[in-house]
């Protein structure tokens, strides 16, 4: 069943953010935990740290301050949808969040989409907008089992390319 959502979490950004990382919409455990990629099986984390080679933050806090401390912003391309569980594939009447507060705030580099639909929409509504391309990455999702975490950590290297750029 199709249920209305309006994206319950602010982005994660400030001053000094180089990168922003844009998912579609947040999962039904991201939802719940109102803090984004909260699903266990969600590899976001797990990759970031790698291309970092950091430790993998757990809680909140840590994951706030990992990306702040890493100048990464993070937010989702979508403010309202409606949508069918965490299901990217059922995302139906789209209300684009607006990216201007993050790219007035900080000097963005870089925009990445994590996975093809984060992209799409992406591209649809927020790049001509924006004026601004964005690069796609392949999805952290645990729907996105042909990828392992070695593999996704060197496809999303690239983000250590551009934290690093001065």
Request: charged fraction near 25%.
């Amino acid at each position: 069943m199709s249920e209305s959502v309006k994206h319950p979490i602010a982005p994660i950004y400030d001053e000094n953010s180089k990168i922003v990382v844009l998912g579609s919409f947040p999962s039904v455990k991201s939802r719940e935990q109102q803090f984004f990629y909260g699903h266990p099986q969600n590899r976001f984390w797990r990759v970031m740290a790698g291309v970092l080679e950091e430790e993998t933050p757990d809680t909140i806090e840590e994951k706030k301050d990992f990306l702040i401390r890493n100048h990464i912003a993070v937010w989702d391309v979508i403010a309202s949808c409606e949508i069918v569980g965490s299901s990217d594939a059922s995302i139906t009447n789209v209300v684009p969040n607006d990216l201007t507060p993050i790219l007035e705030c900080a000097d963005i580099r870089q925009i990445y989409c994590n996975g093809a639909k984060s992209y799409e929409l992406y591209c649809k509504y927020l790049e001509p907008e924006l004026g601004r391309k964005a690069w796609k990455l392949p999805s952290t999702s645990p729907a996105n089992a042909a990828w392992s975490l070695e593999k996704l950590v060197r496809a999303w290297k690239d983000i250590e390319c551009a934290l690093n750029e001065e």
